[in-house]
Protein backbone atom coordinates (compact mmCIF):
# COMPACT_ATOMS: atom_id res chain seq x y z
CA UNK A 1 0.00 0.00 0.00
CA UNK A 2 1.51 3.25 -0.96
CA UNK A 3 1.37 6.47 1.21
CA UNK A 4 0.18 9.95 -0.18
CA UNK A 5 3.68 11.17 -1.38
CA UNK A 6 4.25 14.09 0.85
CA UNK A 7 3.02 14.13 4.79
CA UNK A 8 0.03 15.34 6.27
CA UNK A 9 0.92 17.15 9.77
CA UNK A 10 -1.86 18.55 11.09
CA UNK A 11 -1.08 21.69 13.32
CA UNK A 12 -1.50 21.84 16.90
CA UNK A 13 0.37 19.40 18.18
CA UNK A 14 -1.35 16.44 15.38
CA UNK A 15 1.00 14.61 13.56
CA UNK A 16 1.19 11.77 10.69
CA UNK A 17 0.86 8.47 12.41
CA UNK A 18 0.61 5.17 11.31
CA UNK A 19 -3.22 3.03 10.96
CA UNK A 20 -1.82 0.97 14.28
CA UNK A 21 -1.05 3.92 16.34
CA UNK A 22 -4.76 5.58 14.90
CA UNK A 23 -6.14 2.35 16.37
CA UNK A 24 -3.87 2.19 19.63
CA UNK A 25 -5.94 5.80 20.45
CA UNK A 26 -8.39 5.76 23.03
CA UNK A 27 -11.83 6.17 22.72
CA UNK A 28 -14.02 7.94 25.57
CA UNK A 29 -16.29 6.16 27.46
CA UNK A 30 -20.01 6.75 26.05
CA UNK A 31 -22.66 8.63 28.03
CA UNK A 32 -26.34 8.54 28.21
CA UNK A 33 -26.76 10.75 25.02
CA UNK A 34 -23.62 10.19 23.17
CA UNK A 35 -21.31 7.49 22.08
CA UNK A 36 -17.87 8.29 20.40
CA UNK A 37 -17.15 6.41 17.05
CA UNK A 38 -13.82 5.01 17.12
CA UNK A 39 -11.36 6.35 14.85
CA UNK A 40 -10.52 2.65 13.62
CA UNK A 41 -14.56 2.03 12.98
CA UNK A 42 -14.66 4.66 10.52
CA UNK A 43 -11.98 3.99 8.61
CA UNK A 44 -12.50 0.10 8.00
CA UNK A 45 -15.90 0.39 7.32
CA UNK A 46 -14.70 2.99 5.03
CA UNK A 47 -12.61 0.89 3.71
CA UNK A 48 -15.14 -2.10 3.20
CA UNK A 49 -18.05 0.50 1.40
CA UNK A 50 -15.47 1.52 -1.20
CA UNK A 51 -14.73 -1.75 -2.11
CA UNK A 52 -18.20 -3.18 -2.18
CA UNK A 53 -18.81 -0.28 -4.75
CA UNK A 54 -15.63 -1.16 -6.66
CA UNK A 55 -13.33 1.50 -5.73
CA UNK A 56 -9.73 0.66 -5.00
CA UNK A 57 -7.52 1.92 -2.54
CA UNK A 58 -4.60 2.61 -3.96
CA UNK A 59 -3.08 5.21 -1.51
CA UNK A 60 -4.01 6.03 2.19
CA UNK A 61 -2.27 8.85 4.99
CA UNK A 62 -3.98 9.41 8.60
CA UNK A 63 -3.13 11.95 10.93
CA UNK A 64 -4.11 12.61 14.80
CA UNK A 65 -4.72 15.90 17.05
CA UNK A 66 -5.91 16.83 20.28
CA UNK A 67 -4.01 13.70 22.26
CA UNK A 68 -5.65 11.49 19.76
CA UNK A 69 -9.09 13.22 19.74
CA UNK A 70 -9.06 14.14 16.05
CA UNK A 71 -8.75 12.38 13.54
CA UNK A 72 -7.98 13.03 10.02
CA UNK A 73 -7.15 10.48 7.15
CA UNK A 74 -7.41 10.10 3.11
CA UNK A 75 -7.66 7.32 1.01
CA UNK A 76 -6.39 7.78 -2.67
CA UNK A 77 -9.06 5.88 -4.82
CA UNK A 78 -9.57 4.53 -7.93
CA UNK A 79 -12.13 2.77 -10.47
CA UNK A 80 -11.39 -0.32 -13.19
CA UNK A 81 -13.31 2.33 -15.64
CA UNK A 82 -11.32 5.57 -14.79
CA UNK A 83 -9.50 7.21 -16.95
CA UNK A 84 -5.64 8.04 -16.85
CA UNK A 85 -5.48 11.77 -15.28
CA UNK A 86 -2.41 14.04 -13.84
CA UNK A 87 -4.93 13.75 -10.69
CA UNK A 88 -6.57 11.47 -8.70
CA UNK A 89 -9.79 11.03 -6.32
CA UNK A 90 -9.34 11.33 -2.55
CA UNK A 91 -11.74 10.36 0.39
CA UNK A 92 -11.17 12.42 3.36
CA UNK A 93 -12.15 11.39 6.92
CA UNK A 94 -12.94 13.16 9.74
CA UNK A 95 -13.87 12.20 13.27
CA UNK A 96 -13.67 13.53 16.47
CA UNK A 97 -13.66 12.59 20.75
CA UNK A 98 -14.04 15.84 21.80
CA UNK A 99 -17.37 16.94 20.09
CA UNK A 100 -16.00 19.46 17.96
CA UNK A 101 -17.11 17.99 14.58
CA UNK A 102 -18.94 15.27 13.53
CA UNK A 103 -17.95 12.19 11.89
CA UNK A 104 -18.08 12.68 7.59
CA UNK A 105 -16.64 11.82 4.42
CA UNK A 106 -15.49 14.92 2.15
CA UNK A 107 -14.56 13.90 -1.93
CA UNK A 108 -11.33 15.40 -2.80
CA UNK A 109 -8.52 15.62 -5.41
CA UNK A 110 -4.77 15.14 -5.33
CA UNK A 111 -2.80 16.62 -8.26
CA UNK A 112 0.22 13.89 -8.45
CA UNK A 113 2.86 16.59 -9.63
CA UNK A 114 2.64 18.66 -6.58
CA UNK A 115 0.18 16.42 -4.20
CA UNK A 116 -1.62 19.83 -3.80
CA UNK A 117 -5.07 18.69 -2.33
CA UNK A 118 -8.64 20.04 -2.48
CA UNK A 119 -12.32 19.12 -1.45
CA UNK A 120 -15.37 19.92 -3.36
CA UNK A 121 -18.32 18.32 -0.76
CA UNK A 122 -18.91 16.60 2.74
CA UNK A 123 -21.05 14.15 3.77
CA UNK A 124 -22.15 14.00 7.31
CA UNK A 125 -22.45 10.68 8.80
CA UNK A 126 -25.23 10.63 11.17
CA UNK A 127 -26.66 13.93 13.14
CA UNK A 128 -25.32 12.64 16.31
CA UNK A 129 -23.18 9.62 17.74
CA UNK A 130 -25.72 8.09 19.39
CA UNK A 131 -26.21 4.28 20.37
CA UNK A 132 -27.88 3.60 17.14
CA UNK A 133 -24.85 5.39 15.33
CA UNK A 134 -22.70 2.44 15.38
CA UNK A 135 -25.31 -0.31 13.91
CA UNK A 136 -26.14 2.14 10.93
CA UNK A 137 -22.91 2.82 10.28
CA UNK A 138 -22.46 0.64 7.59
CA UNK A 139 -25.21 1.84 5.80
CA UNK A 140 -24.27 5.79 6.58
CA UNK A 141 -21.22 5.29 4.92
CA UNK A 142 -22.49 3.49 1.71
CA UNK A 143 -24.87 6.45 0.59
CA UNK A 144 -22.26 8.78 1.87
CA UNK A 145 -20.02 6.98 -0.71
CA UNK A 146 -22.59 7.05 -3.27
CA UNK A 147 -22.86 11.60 -2.36
CA UNK A 148 -19.08 11.56 -3.20
CA UNK A 149 -19.47 9.48 -6.13
CA UNK A 150 -21.45 12.78 -7.72
CA UNK A 151 -19.04 15.24 -6.49
CA UNK A 152 -16.15 13.33 -7.97
CA UNK A 153 -17.84 13.34 -11.39
CA UNK A 154 -18.38 17.35 -11.06
CA UNK A 155 -14.88 17.22 -10.08
CA UNK A 156 -13.96 16.14 -12.99
CA UNK A 157 -16.19 18.46 -15.22
CA UNK A 158 -14.40 21.54 -13.06
CA UNK A 159 -10.95 20.40 -13.24
CA UNK A 160 -11.47 20.67 -17.27
CA UNK A 161 -13.27 24.02 -17.40
CA UNK A 162 -10.32 25.31 -14.82
CA UNK A 163 -7.61 24.11 -17.12
CA UNK A 164 -9.51 25.69 -20.25
CA UNK A 165 -10.13 29.33 -18.82
CA UNK A 166 -7.60 31.93 -19.13
CA UNK A 167 -6.91 34.20 -16.22
CA UNK A 168 -5.31 37.49 -16.71
CA UNK A 169 -2.90 39.00 -14.16
CA UNK A 170 -5.62 41.51 -12.93
CA UNK A 171 -8.21 39.08 -12.59
CA UNK A 172 -5.57 36.76 -10.70
CA UNK A 173 -4.93 39.82 -8.42
CA UNK A 174 -9.04 40.69 -7.83
CA UNK A 175 -9.58 37.11 -6.80
CA UNK A 176 -6.81 36.72 -4.27
CA UNK A 177 -8.42 39.74 -2.64
CA UNK A 178 -11.78 38.28 -2.92
CA UNK A 179 -10.22 34.70 -1.57
CA UNK A 180 -9.54 36.56 1.54
CA UNK A 181 -12.55 38.25 2.05
CA UNK A 182 -14.11 34.52 1.89
CA UNK A 183 -11.86 33.13 4.17
CA UNK A 184 -9.91 31.00 2.14
CA UNK A 185 -6.63 32.35 3.01
CA UNK A 186 -5.11 34.91 5.91
CA UNK A 187 -3.18 37.78 4.61
CA UNK A 188 0.12 36.47 5.43
CA UNK A 189 -0.54 33.29 3.05
CA UNK A 190 -1.55 36.36 0.11
CA UNK A 191 1.90 37.07 -0.59
CA UNK A 192 2.50 33.22 -1.27
CA UNK A 193 -0.47 32.53 -3.89
CA UNK A 194 0.62 35.76 -6.02
CA UNK A 195 4.40 34.29 -5.81
CA UNK A 196 3.19 30.59 -6.48
CA UNK A 197 1.21 32.07 -9.72
CA UNK A 198 3.85 34.78 -11.05
CA UNK A 199 6.82 32.40 -10.63
CA UNK A 200 5.62 28.62 -11.16
CA UNK A 201 7.32 25.23 -9.27
CA UNK A 202 5.75 23.08 -11.93
CA UNK A 203 5.83 23.39 -15.73
CA UNK A 204 1.89 21.91 -15.72
CA UNK A 205 1.18 25.38 -13.97
CA UNK A 206 2.65 27.75 -16.14
CA UNK A 207 -0.48 28.71 -18.68
CA UNK A 208 -2.45 31.54 -17.28
CA UNK A 209 -5.35 29.34 -16.55
CA UNK A 210 -7.81 28.97 -13.56
CA UNK A 211 -6.48 25.62 -12.87
CA UNK A 212 -3.08 27.41 -12.58
CA UNK A 213 -4.05 29.54 -10.14
CA UNK A 214 -6.35 27.42 -8.17
CA UNK A 215 -3.20 25.01 -7.31
CA UNK A 216 -1.20 28.39 -6.44
CA UNK A 217 -4.00 28.68 -3.55
CA UNK A 218 -4.20 24.21 -2.51
CA UNK A 219 0.23 24.29 -2.53
CA UNK A 220 -0.20 27.53 0.08
CA UNK A 221 -3.08 26.05 2.07
CA UNK A 222 -1.58 22.62 1.82
CA UNK A 223 0.98 23.44 4.19
CA UNK A 224 -2.11 25.13 6.81
CA UNK A 225 -4.19 22.98 9.29
CA UNK A 226 -5.65 19.79 6.70
CA UNK A 227 -8.51 19.53 9.03
CA UNK A 228 -9.43 23.29 7.61
CA UNK A 229 -8.87 22.12 4.63
CA UNK A 230 -12.11 20.49 3.23
CA UNK A 231 -13.82 23.64 4.47
CA UNK A 232 -11.24 26.45 2.72
CA UNK A 233 -10.66 24.40 -0.61
CA UNK A 234 -14.88 23.95 -0.76
CA UNK A 235 -15.22 27.87 -0.72
CA UNK A 236 -11.91 28.00 -2.68
CA UNK A 237 -13.75 25.67 -5.90
CA UNK A 238 -16.71 27.73 -5.40
CA UNK A 239 -14.89 31.12 -6.08
CA UNK A 240 -13.30 29.76 -9.04
CA UNK A 241 -16.61 28.06 -10.39
CA UNK A 242 -18.14 31.50 -10.29
CA UNK A 243 -15.97 33.32 -12.20
CA UNK A 244 -15.24 30.51 -14.68
CA UNK A 245 -19.31 30.62 -15.12
CA UNK A 246 -19.64 27.16 -13.73
CA UNK A 247 -21.83 28.22 -11.57
CA UNK A 248 -24.65 31.09 -11.82
CA UNK A 249 -22.86 34.48 -10.63
CA UNK A 250 -22.88 38.49 -10.94
CA UNK A 251 -21.25 39.77 -13.87
CA UNK A 252 -17.29 40.58 -12.61
CA UNK A 253 -15.52 43.86 -14.23
Avoid at 75 to 94: H, L, N, Q
Avoid at 174 to 191: F, K, N, R, S
Wanted: aromatic share 8%; glycine share 8%.
Amino acid sequence: MQMLRKPLCLHAGGALVTLDQVREATTPEATATWLPLPHSQLIDTTRKSLANVGLKIVAEQHALAKEGNRYFGLFGVTSESAEPKDYGWVVGMRNSHDQTFRASLVAGSNVFVCDNLAFNGEVNIGHKHTNRLLDKLPGLVTGAIHKLTDCWFSLDKQIAAYKDFEIKSVEADHLCVQAMDLGIIGCTALPKVLKAWRKPEHEAFEPRTAWSLFNAFTGVLRDGNVAELPRRTERLHGMVDAWTGLVSSKKHS
